[in-house]
């Protein structure tokens, strides 16, 4: 028996996973939308309020930290001052 994979289905292929939108709401959380449809509400204040390096606790200041864009498809606060990986925020929590 053989089994043969067809590589150029389209079907079986994998898009990039990228934010499509997110919306700050309010004490550190931030409600981000997938490019596949996915929908979360990442809560951010447990890792920053355990972090005690000073570039990431400059970020509990909620203007700072409400202050993002999205860049690549990825959430970015002040030009890549602070980022998390794509896989984090997709799963919903931080990892500290």
Not at 31 to 59: A, C, Q
Request: hydrophobic content about 35%; proline content about 3%; charged content about 30%.
């Amino acid at each position: 028996m053989k089994i043969i994979v067809d590589y150029n289905d389209s079907k079986s292929e994998l898009k990039e996973l990228k934010i499509h939108s997110a919306k700050y709401l309010a004490d550190y959380a931030i409600r981000i939308k997938f490019n596949d449809g996915t929908e979360k509400v990442v809560d951010f204040k447990p890792f920053l309020s355990k972090s005690n390096h000073p570039s990431i606790k400059k970020y509990l200041d909620e203007n700072k930290f409400s202050d993002f864009s999205l860049t690549d498809g990825n959430l970015n606060w002040n030009d890549y001052d602070l980022i998390f990986p794509i896989i984090d925020l997709y799963s919903g929590k931080i990892k500290e």
